[in-house]
């Protein structure tokens, strides 16, 4: 009986966790802006940024998925 609990109480912890990470491909939702997540995309170029061909017929670096993820704008660039 006491091994039936453990093993129950470790199904339910392990099932609740795949629901909670953003980084799990299988459980990971669109962005709220509408751009597609890496997970919807396929590398295209292995350098230094990767490049990502993406399913809206646009391609993306591997900054511009993140960015996109985490809902910040690119970096402001210094004038002179």
């Known amino acids: ?6 093993g ?3 199904a339910v912890t392990a099932g609740c966790s795949l629901s909670n990470p953003t980084d799990n491909p299988f459980t ?3 962005n709220a ?3 597609p ?3 919807d995309c396929s ?3 292995m350098s230094s940024p990767p490049r990502y061909a993406c399913s809206d017929n646009k391609t993306y ?7 996109a993820r985490l ?10």
Request: charged share 15%; no cysteine; proline share 5%.
């Open 1 to 6: 009986m006491y091994l039936l609990v453990v």
């Open 8 to 10: 129950y109480v470790s």
């Open 28 to 30: 990971v939702r669109a």
């Open 33 to 35: 802006n509408g751009k």
């Open 37 to 39: 997540t890496v997970w």
């Open 43 to 45: 590398v295209v170029q």
């Open 61 to 67: 670096t591997a900054f511009q998925l993140r960015d």
């Open 71 to 80: 809902g910040v704008g690119p970096p402001a660039v210094a004038s002179k």
